[in-house]
Structures are given as structure tokens and as C-alpha cells.
């Protein structure tokens, strides 16, 4: 299968690439499961830009930067800054049913989120995610140059130095990848003169997450393993308030349930303890310390005690005023047998954003020429080691669109001929258990070992089991053949490394990466980059 262009992902950046391309290019789009199983579909909150005249480009970047603890990059902030009000026009644009203000300059609402110094937050109520997702997938199911395939998991990408051994000291390019058709089970070659990584961010490499299942650092994963340098991937953003509950994944209680008088308390587990609230003993503004403090006190907590959860309880508020203003939690946990009216909310912290990814520039340019990585995957420098809310939707369009620029510019050339996928000496699996018991090991480990707080001890004793994981899954991998899960679970294991490798080599607290050994912060900021052994 031949195209000028192949995207894997389909949340806002990699859509936002398809549709600038579109006109001039071929374009396959690689979706691991349906088009909107991505996180970009569930991003409640909005896209943080300067619309008003109140607000400055100036005061944007200042809040992103303070919010980076020292950590962004100040090029890559000014130039996505700079760009957003273009990127919201072209959302505008394309009919995304933003929430309307006629009060407002541009016409629109704008809501503040914490870390902002100005209402510049543009939404679609509280699901703006799902309105741009469900408008750009309608223009790419209509758009003639755009082959969609669903249900299809990419596997690796295909360097120009496994093609011509001899040439194996030039500088290697990508030039496709092979893929998966999950209902089939068939192995397709994709060649492409251009390679778009859009696949998000690595959630579900921990126990706890609000990332959809499709969060496994692919594309993280396989740049790195194409020889990409990857940075910041310590850096993992967490949500203190995640329901626990074995039928409820990923489902976030939000934080103004908190602002509304909610109280966090130890559970019956924690015998004599049990009903007490905690927060006080950790911070003076006790339930409403900023996110990293709550979720710290909480996995504190829960690691001391050898609890599952802790308890968030608001059942003292009138039943009226909790169903009237907090109706869609309200009747989630009702389904689940928990009145919110009468008792407490089991609740843990979760893995939420990935701050780190694919060391790229300001048009998605990865180290290997022919690769691009846009959103999530990659590491602008924007995030630095803490995320301001609501730049991530941002950063999705405006890199999304300048990759699309550079790749538009370059002029056409020739695909090569790319072999088909051997699996000639593999066999099926004999135990498929085998994988399902390696996945659940993995995901408790680095939660227990390299969550919210971590030691140098806890991370080595992860690096060390990520070793012997990782040798047990390689082979796995060379002799049978390959499915979904095993996929996830090879790059899951590459991600882990990665994060606790870039972990231990800082020596310091700084934003999301909180070391009991190194509580201090360093007096200059310098970012984790992590290099790939040169191929042989």
C-alpha cells in the first residue's frame, strides 16, 4: 500500500495534519480502534488562547512557563502561543460548535482553569474534545484523499537501513511501516514518503489511568526503537480524584466536588484511622492544595496504611444541591450501587498526561528524516515538567498544522519497494496468559514503584524487573505470532524503560517527578534526553 503521507493516530493532531494535507497529498489514516477512542475525545476542559484584548500573548507564555517549573522550552511557547488564535479560527472554521457568549469579542465564551491569569480558555461546554472530534472525523470520512483504517494497530516502522544493508553508515530515513489488521489478523505493509506519529500518550503503562485503553505509548515506542531520542518522560501528569471501582475505568470525579466542601477520608481499611480526614496533616489548605500536593498526600496515604483507596465524601452537602450540580457524577456513581448523597466516593489518584515524548522541532520533525511525531507523542518543549490546562488540545493544532506545512513543501518523490511482513519461522502462542500476567505486573509495579512519589530504590527495583520483562517479551514476540495485546504490551515495556531511566537521571524534584532522595530543585532547569544505543 503506497501513500504519500501515513498517519497513526486519529485524535486532534493527527486529524488536524490529515485535513491541512488533504488537498495535495494522499493520506492514511492508522486508528488502533475507532476513530474517536482517542483521548482527544474524552478532553472535558478546552484550548487555552488569546482572544480577548484583556489577555496578552505575553501573559499566555508566563503562565505556561511558571506552570513548567522552569522546564519549557521559551521558543517552542512563543511559537505555539503565537499561533493559537489561527488555530482556533481554523476549528472555527471547520464548524466546531463552540459555546457562544455574544458578549465576547470573538463571540465565544471563554472560561479560566487553574494556572491561567486570564479567561482564555474557548470550549464546547464541558466537552470540547468530543465536538472537535466528532466535526474533523466527519471531514475526513468525506474527504476523497483520505483512506481511513480503522481497527488496524501499527507494529514498527521501516527504516531505509534494514532495505540496503550496505548503505548502513548513511543517515537511515523512515519509509513506512507495517500494520496490523486487528479483525483479519494479516500484517500490511504501508509505504510512505512521510510518517505522522499521532498517538497520543502512555496512561495505561500504570495500574491507574483516565486514558481510554488505547493509551500505550505506540508511538513513542516505536520512534525510539527507530532511533529517536525521547525526553522529559518522567514527567507523567496524575489527577488526584479517579473512581475506584472494578466496573468503572478511567472515570474522573472533578476537582470541584473538592471546591464544594468535599473531604478526603482514610476507608473502614484503615481500622482505628478510619473516617478521619488527612489532608491537614500534609497542607495548610488541606483538600484545596493544588493537584500534585492531593494527589501526593493521597498515594502517601494509601503506601503508608497498604490501602487500595481513600475515601472523597460530600454526602453532608443537601442530596438537591449535589444532584443539581454535579448530575453526571451523580448518576455514574448511582449505576454503580454508590449514592453520593449518603456515603463516600472510593477514590484514587490516576496517570493522566504524558509531559515527555519524541524530541521533536516546531514542525514535528523527529531525528530520523521521513518522521514526524505531533500531540501527546511528542516533546515540543511546551509542557516542560508540568502541563498548564488546556495547552495540549492547543499544541495538537498549531504543530499539527506546521508539520503539515513542512511536509507540503517538500516536493514529491519516490516511495520504494518495501518487503512484505515474514512470519515464516513463528508459531501461535502457546499460552496467551502469559501476556495477560505480564501486563497486569507491569502496570502494579510502576504504579507502586514510579508513581506520584518515588525513591531510588523503588525506581531500580522497577528498572530491574523491566529487564527481565523485557527479555521474556522479546522472545515472545521473535517466536510467535504477533496479536493487539502483545503489541501493546512490547511497547508498554519500552515506555516503562523509559520512564524510569529518564527518572533516575534526575537528581532532583522539580514539577510531576517528586524524589523522597532528591526533595531539592536544582538551581538550573535542564531537560532528561534519552538516546538510543546506535543500531547495528
Not at 73 to 83: L, S
Not at 86 to 96: C, D, H, R
Not at 345 to 361: N, R, S, W
Request: with cysteine; aromatic share 6%.
Amino acid at each position: 500500500m503506497k501513500f504519500d503521507v501515513a498517519i497513526v493516530g486519529s485524535g486532534l493532531a493527527g486529524l488536524s495534519v490529515a485535513l491541512h494535507l488533504a488537498e495535495t497529498r494522499t493520506v492514511a489514516i492508522i486508528s488502533k480502534r475507532a476513530l474517536k477512542d482517542g483521548a482527544s475525545n474524552w478532553a472535558q476542559g478546552g484550548i487555552a488562547a488569546v482572544l480577548d484584548s484583556g489577555d496578552s500573548h505575553k501573559q499566555h507564555i508566563d503562565d505556561t512557563l511558571i506552570a513548567g517549573g522552569g522546564l519549557c522550552d521559551e521558543g517552542a511557547t512563543r511559537f505555539i502561543v503565537e499561533h493559537g488564535r489561527e488555530a482556533i479560527e481554523w476549528l472555527i472554521e471547520q464548524g466546531v460548535p463552540f459555546t457562544r457568549d455574544d458578549t465576547a469579542e470573538l463571540g465565544f465564551h471563554l472560561t479560566r482553569e487553574g494556572g491561567h491569569s486570564q479567561r482564555r480558555i474557548i470550549h464546547a461546554a464541558d466537552a470540547t474534545g468530543h465536538a472537535v472530534q466528532v466535526t474533523l472525523e466527519e471531514k475526513v470520512r468525506a474527504h476523497p484523499n483520505i483512506t481511513l483504517f480503522e481497527h488496524h494497530c501499527a507494529i514498527d516502522l521501516i527504516t531505509s537501513d534494514k532495505l540496503n544493508p550496505v548503505k548502513k553508515n548513511s543517515q537511515p530515513k523512515c519509509v513506512g511501516l507495517y500494520v496490523q489488521d486487528e479483525k483479519s489478523g494479516q500484517v500490511l505493509t504501508f509505504a510512505a514518503e512521510h510518517t505522522v506519529m499521532a498517538t497520543g500518550g502512555a496512561g495505561k503503562v500504570y495500574l491507574y489511568t483516565t486514558n481510554p485503553d488505547t493509551a500505550s505509548g505506540d508511538g513513542i515506542a516505536m520512534a525510539w526503537r527507530a532511533g529517536c531520542r525521547v525526553s522529559n518522560m518522567e514527567f507523567i501528569q496524575f489527577h488526584p480524584t479517579c473512581l475506584y471501582h472494578p466496573y468503572a475505568k478511567s472515570f474522573l470525579i472533578t476537582e470541584a466536588i473538592r471546591g464544594e466542601g468535599g473531604l478526603l477520608k482514610l476507608p473502614p481499611e484503615a481500622g482505628a484511622s478510619a473516617g478521619k480526614r488527612f489532608m491537614l496533616a500534609h497542607d495548610e489548605r488541606a483538600e484545596l492544595a493544588p493537584r500534585d500536593v492531593v494527589a501526593r498526600a493521597i498515594d502517601f496515604e494509601i503506601k503508608k496504611r497498604g490501602l487500595d483507596y481513600v475515601h472523597l465524601d460530600i454526602s453532608h452537602k443537601p442530596a438537591d444541591f449535589l444532584i443539581e450540580h454535579f448530575p453526571t457524577i451523580y448518576a455514574r456513581c448511582l449505576e454503580l450501587g454508590i449514592d453520593i448523597t449518603k456515603e463516600p466516593i472510593p477514590i484514587v489518584p490516576a496517570a493522566h498526561y504524558t509531559c515527555g515524548g519524541v524530541v521533536t522541532d516546531l514542525y514535528g520533525r523527529t531525528d530520523l528524516p521521513g518522521l514526524y511525531a505531533v500531540g501527546e507523542t511528542a516533546c515540543t518543549g511546551l509542557h516542560g515538567a508540568n502541563r498548564l490546562a488546556s495547552n495540549s488540545l492547543l499544541e495538537c493544532v498549531v504543530i499539527g498544522r506546521a508539520c503539515a506545512t513542512d511536509i507540503a513543501s517538500k516536493e514529491k518523490g519516490e516511495v520504494p519497494y518495501l518487503p512484505d511482513w515474514d512470519e515464516s519461522r513463528v508459531t501461535d502462542a502457546d499460552e496467551e496468559v502469559v501476556i495477560a500476567h505480564n501486563w497486569d505486573e507491569l502496570r502494579r509495579f510502576m504504579w507502586n514503584y514510579v508513581g506520584i512519589v518515588r525513591t531510588t530504590k523503588r525506581l531500580e527495583r522497577a528498572q530491574h524487573r523491566i529487564a527481565l520483562l523485557k527479555e521474556e517479551i522479546d522472545e515472545y514476540y521473535q517466536n510467535f505470532r504477533i496479536t493487539h495485546d502483545l503489541l501493546e504490551l512490547r511497547n508498554l515495556v519500552d515506555v516503562a524503560g523509559l520512564i524510569v531511566n529518564s527518572a533516575l537521571q534526575r537528581h532532583e524534584s522539580r514539577g510531576l517527578h517528586f524524589s523522597r532522595d532528591y526533595p531539592e530543585t536544582l538551581p538550573k532547569a535542564l531537560p532528561s534526553i534519552l538516546t538510543p544505543h546506535r543500531r547495528k
